[in-house]
């Protein structure tokens, strides 16, 4: 079955830092979200990006789904950015929806 | 307004109990799920609900019973409970499959 990767496991920033997520696929899909689940548990969905660019306010992210990654960018760091990040895919050959291991981020003030 | 609400939040039972969780959402939504985190963090989607049509059964033990009265509630029973399935379970919804979710608080089931 399909493969997903993120990287780094995790991060220490300063507040105000910018920072790159990865998520690596293994084979074709035909969905991919982000998210975001903060320390308290909370899960928000970030971004539905099966390819292209999109922006929200200090993040953004880019699929590239030729060569099967996504990349997810926060600017100026704060706190509240901390928690740990999801991407998940649809495998686009036997529909199964899969969760990459995250990425668990902290930010310091 | 909570727009996915699930409870109850916090469940602690002993083993072999019977048990449910209840889900509603008031934001239209037309699919529904399910998903387990484990103490890994490792999320898993385990049920999903199209206009209260079950169309994703990922491999669960048949303990777990998710039932759908109508296309804003969610519920899941489980049966004879183990050690094993103390987890948070989160309720979703979104419209359309796996598009732009919206996720209830979770509820943190501990099998004692």
């Known amino acids: 079955g399909i493969q997903v990767e993120q990287s780094p496991p995790d991060l220490i920033l300063q507040e105000g830092a910018n920072s790159t997520l990865r998520c690596n696929f293994s084979?074709?899909?035909?969905?991919l979200q982000w998210f975001h689940q903060n320390p308290w548990g909370q899960l928000i969905n970030l971004f539905y990006?099966?390819?292209g660019t999109k922006q929200n306010g200090r993040l953004s992210a880019t699929t590239v789904a030729t060569e099967r990654y996504s990349l997810l960018y926060i600017s100026s760091s704060q706190t509240t950015d901390s928690g740990v990040y999801f991407c998940?895919?649809?495998?686009?050959?036997?529909?199964?929806?899969?969760f990459g291991t995250g990425t668990r981020l902290k930010v310091l003030a | 307004d909570t727009a996915v609400s699930q409870t109850p939040k916090y469940l602690v039972t002993q083993m072999g109990n019977d048990k449910s969780i209840k889900c509603e959402q008031n934001?239209?939504?037309?699919?529904m799920y399910w998903y387990k985190q484990d103490s890994k963090k490792f999320l898993k989607i385990m049920f999903s609900?199209?206009?209260?049509?079950?169309?994703i059964n990922e491999t669960v033990p048949n303990r777990f019973s998710p039932k759908s009265p109508d296309k804003a509630h969610l519920n899941l029973h489980i049966n004879s409970l183990e050690l094993g399935d103390s987890a948070v379970y989160f309720c979703?919804?979104?419209?359309?499959?796996?598009?732009?979710?919206?996720f209830g608080s979770g509820t943190r089931l501990t099998v004692v």
């Open positions: 998940a895919v649809v495998d686009s050959g036997t529909y199964k929806y899969i």
């Open positions: 990006i099966p390819s």
């Open positions: 084979d074709s899909v035909n969905n």
């Open positions: 934001l239209g939504h037309d699919t």
């Open positions: 979703a919804s979104s419209q359309g499959l796996f598009r732009g979710y919206t």
């Open positions: 609900y199209n206009n209260k049509e079950l169309i």
